[in-house]
């Protein structure tokens, strides 16, 4: 017999029916709740006279419409409001575990999930958002459903799902000094396309992936959606187990063991075979700025923004064209030196405590050009909490930054955070989409070093300062 | 409870070839956080459709007659990339689009078609090139008629395209079935997984 993949064992693992043609009927280990979309999904079991079957699997919390402002209690209108009360009340009625808005434990589902331990080796998880592929960094097989779907794992506790094929992207070399997981991502998608995931469950393998923080993990696999793949998976090692052991649903004493057992068990086997092998090499990356409106429109630094003349797809074509016209650019300028006017360093993407000190060790004693309103949006109530005892919040507000409360924020601008029309903002989020951060927004992608940077000099940067770690 | 029945859908096409049409193009969360579904379908394609004061951008293609009433979009690689948000889906069918034509979908785009009674076909991409420049070309013969039945298009001049659907996905849009009921049918697969679970990974359901 043949090896299997990680994702073999994840998926077979699951399976409760096979209903042929790649079908199955899974179970669902984590539901991940948040607040925008379960407030409907309760209200649609109900209405449908249906039971919340396995509470104790459900966690909940709410990230996309709470205000990001100091002394917040909710969100910053009623329909925020509403959001929030349905979700609540939802959770009561059931008897859903719910980290609320001013519990210590709130955050952004992707970051409170690992961090608290929820997301594990081996469990399938899925949420109602598609960045849910980012708790595969911890070998959970995780993505991201819609609305329909949330009621049928209410109800069943499974999720019917077709099998997708296997790839495997493996990064040779480490990544330069300065360079971020979110460097090798950008890179990764520039050169294969938001669509060269698409219809894979992909695994990240390599030893700049072995060598990579788990924060780091998070950060690619949770851009994995943004290659076009719902599902980004990387073998559980020590640094797994190192990361989630004593965490506060992580499992204890002989259930630790046991569980260790099993996750030994899980990375890909040596003769197992992918449907797709990519091999990429991690050493040659350098800092990445997005310059369109789609994560595939990414360039270094000090590259010069691609004309579209040179783009061989119609449809490519048409879309670089508007992208360029969209983000106010000319084709074969520098990118560096366009003025910005807001930085966000946050989101599911990009707002651990790892990724906070490395904008910290750049803005540190330094301020933020005059004319650029710079945010700080931790990822959760413990990231904020540990970054202030490491003294992160002294470093930014002193350099001019705002130190907001946790949530979705400004990445998608959900809960009133937006930037205004015109407006140019580097951002450590994950979607440069046309309005994503607000109508008419410009959003350029970038690591958290490279966003803190050009706060400070008020324009896109042309190389990262010797600051940078 | 079940999703609306699919078999033929007859009506106007219309030609949207822009690669990477995100959800947040199809619809902007600040939309759907604030309004009910059946207000969604006036704020589909918003940022693409309506100029910044407001008013019809009467460039878009559903602004321009006959698209103004598609029933079916013919879109570019990758259509609806993005979020999870199965609003995307509500706004379109709101705009009364029941077919979308294109090269590759965002996977969970996809599958919310399905869960909302749409119909998401693939076809390869200088096919679809091809259909969308003659629509745009002749917008008078830009009717056509999608048959799940069949698995056939039929274009106003003449063509029969094939397409390939799922089998399971393919009987339920023709059924109108809901993906719930059948899974409720389960209970005692589900029930009899659990149990053995249990016993192998005690872990996952309580911590200990």
Redesign the interface.
Known sequence: MTGRTLFDKLWDDHVVADLGDGVALLHVDRHLLHDLGSSSAFHDLERRGLVLRNPELHFATADHVVSSATGRTGGVADWADRHIAGLREGCRRWGVRLADVTDATQGIVHVVAPELGISQPGMLVVCGDSHASTNGALGALAWGIGTSELVHVMATQTVLARRPQRMRITFDGRLSRGVEPKDLALALIGRIGAAGGRGYAVEYAGEAVRAMSMDGRMTLCNLTIELGGRIGLVGPDDATFGYLEGRPFAPRGAHWERALDAWRALPTDADAVFDHEVAFDAGAVTPQITWGTSPAHTIGLGERIPDPAACADPSERQAMTAALDYMGLAPGRPVAGTRIDRVFIGSCTNSRLSDLERAAAVVRGRRVAPGVVAWVVPGSQLVKRAAEARGLDRAFREAGFEWREPGCSLCVGANGDMVAPGERCVSTSNRNFVGRQGPGARTHLASPAVAAACALAGEIIGALPETAA | ?SIEKLVVVEGVAAPL????V?T??II???R???LPRADLGRYAF??LRYR?DGSEDPAFVLNRQPFRDARILVA???FG???????A?WAIAGLGIRVIVAP?F???FF??CF??GVLPVVLPAPTV?RIASRLEAEPAAAHMTVDLERCEICTDWGETLAFAV???RRRMLLEGAD??EL??A??P??AA??AR?RER????????
């Open positions: 409870m070839a822009l690669a990477n995100d947040d193009m902007r969360i600040e759907l956080a604030k918003e940022p910044a570019g690689a990758n990339c993005g979020s999870s948000r199965e609003m889906v590759s965002g996977e969970i599958a919310n869960q909302n090139a799922e089998s399971l993906e719930l899974t409720l389960r209970e697969e589900i997984f659990q679970d990974r005690p872990w996952v359901y309580g911590n200990g």
